[in-house]
T-cell receptor
Framework: NAGVTQTPKFQVLKTGQSMTLQCAQDMNHNSMYWYRQDPGMGLRLIYYSASEGTTDKGEVPNGYNVSRLNKREFSLRLESAAPSQTSVYFC?????????????FGDGTRLSIL | SQELEQSPQSLIVQEGKNLTINCTSSKTLYGLYWYKQKYGEGLIFLMMLQKGGEEKSHEKITAKLDEKKQQSSLHITASQPSHAGIYLCGADFWTGNQFYFGTGTSLTVIP
């Protein structure tokens, strides 16, 4: 039972480098999400995809882009990494967006930008 | 998230003690979700509450949603070291289609 799989688990980047975080789910969920978790800030939504073919901005989208490659995969791209993007990134999925649908989370990607 | 306020920020209790974590919103919630996060890991879904006055239990953890659907509490009875971790509340609202999380409560249980 893989659930939501994120790769890589850890990454160190230099300022200005680009990187794509990968996320895949095997639960046939329609909706997928990217969050970042920072001390004292909790989890903040970066982007979400309510269904295959759609993506929308969340609370903190600046500096990020996403691609919903297919129903299973949702990637997050940092085009030019900045130290402020040092964080733990979580991908989540749910059967569909909205009520009564808990989100299932991956184990996170710990990203440090020097 | 400013949409959800969680308290306390951290809690240290002796094994066997009861404890309560609160989650408050300024707006009426559509759904309230409780998650647990072990240090260095992802979030595990615990319970979901939707109806005003609803109460759910799982093992020694009970969650309640008030009648006005603006406040939820998570109560752990006879805490154990296995309960240690970060508890987060999450919610969606009637307006908008985004999901918000509280800042979390870090729970330490001392054997």
């Amino acid at each position: 039972n893989a659930g939501v799989t994120q790769t890589p688990k850890f990454q160190v980047l230099k300022t200005g480098q680009s990187m794509t975080l990968q996320c895949a789910q095997d639960m046939n969920h329609n909706s997928m999400y990217w969050y970042r978790q920072d001390p004292g800030m909790g989890l903040r939504l970066i982007y979400y995809s309510a269904s295959e073919g759609t993506t929308d901005k969340g609370e903190v989208p600046n500096g990020y882009n996403v691609s919903r490659l297919n129903k299973r995969e949702f990637s997050l791209r940092l085009e030019s990494a900045a130290p402020s993007q040092t964080s733990v990134y979580f991908c989540a999925s749910s059967l569909r967006q909205g009520s009564s649908q808990p989100q299932h989370f991956g184990d996170g990607t710990r990203l440090s930008i020097l | 998230s400013q949409e959800l306020e969680q308290s306390p920020q951290s809690l240290i209790v002796q094994e066997g003690k009861n404890l309560t974590i609160n989650c408050t919103s300024s707006k009426t919630l559509y759904g309230l979700y409780w998650y647990k996060q072990k240090y260095g890991e992802g979030l595990i879904f615990l319970m979901m509450l939707q109806k005003g006055g609803e109460e759910k239990s799982h093992e020694k953890i009970t969650a309640k949603l008030d009648e006005k659907k603006q406040q939820s509490s998570l109560h752990i009875t006879a805490s154990q070291p296995s309960h240690a971790g970060i508890y987060l509340c999450g919610a969606d609202f009637w307006t908008g289609n985004q999901f918000y999380f509280g800042t979390g409560t870090s729970l330490t249980v001392i054997p």
